[in-house]
Nanobody, 115 residues
Framework: QVQLVESGGGLVQPGGSLRLSCAAS????????MGWYRQTPGNQRELVAT???????DTADSVKGRFTISRDRAKNTVHLQMNSLKSEDTAVYYC?????????WGQGTQVTVSS
């Protein structure tokens, strides 16, 4: 059974940094594409970053150069390093595991960027 548990969200000032973590159980990184999505009230969930089984990463244009996705195979954990945060990055961030189109989600962690 797949279980994803996010942590690391919180309140940060503009220009600051946060590191989100996703502890994944029941997931094999060599098979699943892992990703981070975010959602604000009234809007659809949007893709932020992904990392494929082969280790190829991709990030949305809105966060390119500021956010980095990585994974720790030994700890079965995926991270999202977020730098130079902006107010528009405020959202609930969700960890995602995707295997042949079957998606699994964590419960989400709130990130608020405000002075």
């Amino acid at each position: 059974q797949v279980q994803l548990v996010e942590s690391g969200g919180g309140l940060v000032q503009p220009g600051g940094s946060l590191r989100l973590s996703c502890a994944a159980s029941g997931v094999i990184f060599s098979v699943y594409t892992m990703g981070w999505y975010r959602q604000t009230p009234g809007n659809q969930r949007e893709l932020v970053a992904t990392i494929t089984p082969g280790g190829t990463t991709d990030t949305a244009d809105s966060v390119k150069g500021r956010f980095t996705i990585s994974r720790d195979r030994a700890k079965n954990t995926v991270h999202l390093q977020m730098n130079s945060l902006k107010s528009e990055d405020t959202a609930v961030y969700y960890c995602n595991a995707n295997w042949i189109g079957r998606h699994y989600w964590g419960q989400g962690t709130q990130v608020t960027v405000s002075s």
